[in-house]
């Protein structure tokens, strides 16, 4: 082709694309000239998807798609396709998107201003443009171009960007009229509820006073029949007549009905305290184990008369003492297992206590009291902890009651910063939870009681005539269990390490075994796995097994459970302890299952605050037996010089673990006969032992010597 004929078609081509950049500019124009329309279908959107659709009008009077489509942007930063034109290119959209993010342009476009060309995976061209304001990005606008290699003037694109813009403040202009119109119709939902809760309190307050004359009926009935009572069996009883068994039978009716009537008169005066906001807090230290059990037996031999098998579970990880009202706290738990046992015909009722939520004010304590009884309907727990009300309000109830007692248990958990709630379900049972918040108490804060040897804490009968395997290497501290146990007719076996102690198991066998753990030959817990092995061989039940140790740690109380042993107590031993075991265990109150007593931390040394020689400790321990002091002192002079001597010698050979087993037997030794300074320096010397390291321990044998000859001169002559 020559010259002369190139020259038309070039012409042509000239031609052409003047033409396509005019239809362009008309397209532009046209839309300026429709801007009018625009904005009015703008302006009467009342929906997102109303101002897509007009702006895709205005889009495609402006350029040609062959689909088109918004993408929402998402609080979580993606983006969702929100609308497209046509409807049916949803799935080709959603490709086409897909290709864009891997490829980057969707990124691209996002940090731009304007409009972002891309080539499709199928031949064609995509235009990516992202719908912001100057604050922030609300969308991106994408659309498929018909064709490969699609070009398009800049007027034309500004005029987009025009039309995107116009969209994003639009859409945020009908964002903020939405949530205009979500505040007015909150404050009419507020006014509506205002007026609801008007409503329902008056009804409250109307129901509240029918509730109030139905609880005059109920307490008028509740007093009046132990006081028929009472009153009938006196005039009974004053006209004569009967036999001694009937008037017994008469008398013990009598005063059922006064306590009865007594529990009414406390409920009433209880709760008039409560909303005079007369009733204060009386905190004192007290230890929380010892509490909860002796505040729980009576409740104990109630439940036990009735069939019911009462058990206290107390959490290890909770410290003790700690400082509180505990007389609140043992009427919340009266309460709510005295309810347990009236509504309660059989299984077991379990108290249970563990750390309860963080709290800044102090400790906080979880109490459940759960049951297998009648339970209760879900619709009479929402009302059971107001005043005057009652699951059953009928006038055929089974049982009685004035309805004050969960309000009260209310008042005082609230009182003492926690609260109290209730899960149950009909004839399953209920569990009641309650926290109150008490203050750690310090060790020495509480003053025991000091006990008759022969009368264990809470007030129970102590146990006698049991056969008693009695196990430690040191004579003191045998001696000193024995004299204990004297006067109420044990028959007790000795064993000086744990490998006779298991032959005497299997000579005969025993009611209980108080076991020392640090022995000779085998410990306690290797004597307590062979026992516990030689029951199963023999065909024996399980005997109680009792740990008496100096080991005072918990990881120390841990092994003991793991190893077999049934309860722990910490050296040194008082008397009402060791009773108290023994009655867990082997009497009355033995269907009560305790968790042991916690372990006590182990001091250091404090010579200027601890006694050198705590005579009334003793005395105690020897039943207030005065004249023995002398003899366990004796004892203790020839035991405690020949561990002295051992510990020297391993001080002198470099020996860890005799350091370590030594200064434990002085440990043990010391305590129970009131050598206070040497326990802490011995207890010192192990502890620093149990870690390796002896590099202390013969300056702490030395100062050990120093204070066994101030013990002596303490103690008097011999």
Same mark, same amino acid.
């Not at 006081?227 to 008469?250: C, V």
């Not at 149950?424 to 209920?430: D, E, N, W």
């Not at 002295?644 to 030594?662: F, M, W, Y």
């Given at each position: ?27 532009i ?10 904005q ?6 009342? !929906? ?12 495609r ?16 930063g ?28 969707? &990124? ?46 800049v ?14 403040y ?22 509506? !509820? ?34 028929n ?29 006064? !306590?009865?009537?007594?529990? /009414? ?61 505990l007389?609140?706290v ?10 347990? /046992?009236?509504?309660s015909?059989?299984?077991? /009722? ?6 309860g ?25 929402q %009302?059971i902890?107001?005043?005057?009300e ?20 209310? %008042?005082?958990?609230e ?29 020495d ?36 269990v ?23 198991? %299997? ?48 990881e120390?109380?841990? %092994? ?15 008397? &009402? ?23 006590q931390?182990?001091?250091?040394p ?74 802490e ?6 502890? &620093? ?30």
């Amino acid at each position: 082709m020559n010259h002369q004929d190139a020259f038309p078609f070039f012409l042509q081509e000239r031609i052409g694309y003047l033409e396509e950049s005019n239809r362009r500019y008309v397209a532009i124009l046209e839309m300026l000239a429709s801007s009018g329309d625009f904005q009015a279908d703008l302006a009467n959107a009342r !929906e997102p998807s109303d101002i897509y659709r007009a702006t895709f009008a205005q889009i495609r009077r402006l350029l040609t798609f062959d689909a088109l489509g918004f993408l929402t942007n998402q609080e979580d930063g993606s983006f969702e396709l929100s609308l497209c034109d046509p409807p049916e290119a949803h799935q080709r959209l959603l490709g086409e998107l897909d290709h864009q993010i891997m490829a980057g342009s969707f &990124a691209w476009a996002l940090n731009r201003n304007q409009a972002v060309m891309s080539p499709t995976g199928t031949d064609q061209s995509v235009l990516l443009q992202v719908v912001s304001t100057q604050s922030r990005i609300l969308g991106m606008l994408i659309g498929v171009l018909p064709g490969q290699g699609v070009t398009i003037e800049v007027p034309a694109l500004n005029a987009l960007s025009i039309v995107l813009y116009t969209c994003a403040y639009a859409l945020e202009s009908a964002t903020l009229r939405q949530m205009l119109r979500e505040h007015m119709t909150t404050l009419e939902q507020r006014v509506a !509820e205002r007026t609801s809760e008007l409503e329902q309190a008056r009804a409250h307050a109307v129901a509240a006073s029918q509730a109030k004359s139905a609880f005059l009926a109920n307490m008028s009935h509740e007093i009046r029949t132990p006081m028929n009572a009472i009153q009938g069996l006196t005039e009974l009883l004053l006209d004569g007549n009967f036999s001694p068994e009937q008037q017994h039978r008469h008398l013990l009716s009598i005063r059922d009905s006064t !306590e009865n009537l007594m529990i /009414i008169i406390n409920d009433i005066l209880d709760l008039s305290k409560i909303e005079a906001g007369k009733l204060t807090l009386v905190p004192r230290p007290f230890r929380l184990r010892q509490g909860i059990t002796d505040g729980l037996h009576p409740l104990a031999v109630r439940a036990e008369q009735k069939g019911l098998r009462l058990k206290i579970e107390i959490d290890t990880a909770l410290p003790d003492p700690f400082e509180g009202d505990l007389l609140k706290v043992h009427q919340i738990l009266i309460n709510l297992v005295g309810n347990a /046992i009236k509504f309660s015909e059989q299984g077991v /009722i379990t108290v249970s206590v563990r750390p309860g939520p963080a709290s800044d004010k102090g400790t906080m304590l979880l109490f459940c009291v759960e049951d297998q009884g009648i339970g209760i309907p879900l619709e009479a727990q929402q %009302r059971i902890f107001e005043t005057f009300e009652q699951a059953d309000t009928t006038t055929t109830k089974r049982y009685g009651g004035t309805g004050l007692g969960l309000a009260i248990c209310q %008042r005082l958990t609230e009182l003492m910063d926690g609260s109290i709630w209730l899960e149950s379900q009909p004839g399953t049972g209920s569990r009641f939870y309650f926290t109150v918040c008490l203050q750690p108490a310090a060790a020495d804060a509480v003053t025991d009681t000091p006990a008759s040897p022969s009368v264990p804490a809470g007030g129970l009968p102590p146990v006698t005539g049991l056969s008693i395997l009695l196990v430690d290497d040191v004579d003191i501290n045998r001696e000193l269990v024995k004299a204990v146990l004297a006067s109420d007719q044990h028959r007790i076996t000795e064993a000086v390490n744990g490998r006779a102690a298991l032959e005497a198991y %299997r000579d005969a066998g025993f009611d209980v075994v108080l076991m020392d753990v640090q022995m000779p030959e085998m410990d306690g817990l290797q004597a307590t796995a062979a026992i516990r092995q030689l029951e199963g061989t023999m065909g024996r039940p399980r005997t109680p097994i009792i740990a008496m140790t100096a080991y005072a740690a918990r990881e120390d109380q841990d %092994r003991c459970l793991a190893a077999g042993m049934d309860d722990y107590l910490s050296k040194p031993v008082k008397p &009402a302890a060791i009773l108290a075991a023994l009655q867990r265990h082997c009497g009355s109150a033995a269907h009560i299952e305790t968790t042991p007593a916690p372990p006590q931390k182990t001091p250091t040394p404090s010579n200027s605050t601890t006694p050198v020689y705590a005579r009334d400790e003793l005395l105690e321990r020897l039943g207030g037996a005065e004249a023995l002091i002398p003899k366990f002192i004796g004892m203790f002079r020839s035991g405690v010089i020949k561990h002295l001597e051992g510990l020297e010698g391993a001080v002198t050979t470099g020996n860890v673990n005799d350091v370590r087993i030594h200064s434990h037997t002085i440990k043990g030794s010391c305590g129970n006969i009131g050598a206070m300074q040497m326990r802490e320096t011995a207890a010192a010397i192990e502890t &620093a032992a149990k870690t390796g390291d002896i590099n202390g321990a013969p300056a702490g044998l030395e100062l050990l010597k120093r204070q066994l000859q101030e013990f002596f001169e303490a103690a008097g002559p011999r």
